[in-house]
């Protein structure tokens, strides 16, 4: 399911539709859930597996890729905001602070979403451990 959504995520970017924001959670999902697999198959394997060592060599190279896709997409970000920067040296006074109170507007309305936001990924969170622990199977991410 990760990886699904990590691909959906990446051609909507490409295609210019989507969120870089989306790529990251979709790489932070996968990094999250090959750790909780090798976690879960340390548990089970037997001290001198050979296939918990190449498991683990494989999360390695997860982790590092999932860190390089981070990374880019953040990097990508930040050349978007730059680009995105406002030109205030022809603004009047009344301009300047007109733009100013509707910046003040707009940061107060992107904490009130983001407060909800973070309460419905709480409730979310907590569903899913529940569902989890109904079925008897750790978690995925």
């Known amino acids: ?6 691909l959906t995520a ?4 490409v ?13 932070q999902g996968i990094a999250a859930s090959t750790a909780q697999l090798v976690v879960a198959s340390r548990v089970k394997a037997s001290r ?20 390089g896709v981070v990374a880019t997409a953040k990097s ?4 978007v905001e730059d680009s995105e920067e406002l030109d205030v040296s022809g603004l009047s006074l009344h301009q300047a602070k007109r733009l100013e109170m509707e910046a003040q507007v707009r940061v107060l309305e992107l904490e009130s979403d983001l ?11 907590r569903h899913h451990y529940q569902l989890a622990g109904e079925t008897d199977e750790s978690p995925t991410l």
Do not use: P
Not at 10 to 13: I, K, M, R
Not at 48 to 67: E, G
Not at 76 to 79: D, E, S, T
């Open 1 to 6: 399911m990760g990886a699904n959504f990590l």
């Open 10 to 13: 990446a051609d909507e970017v």
């Open 76 to 79: 990508c970000m930040q050349l």
């Open 48 to 67: 001198n597996s050979t296939n918990m060592s190449q498991l683990s060599s494989a999360s390695k190279d997860v982790t590092q890729a999932t860190a």
């Open 15 to 27: 295609s210019g539709g989507g969120k870089l924001e989306r790529l990251v959670v979709a790489s």
């Open 115 to 125: 407060e909800k936001e973070r309460l419905r990924l709480s409730a979310l969170r």
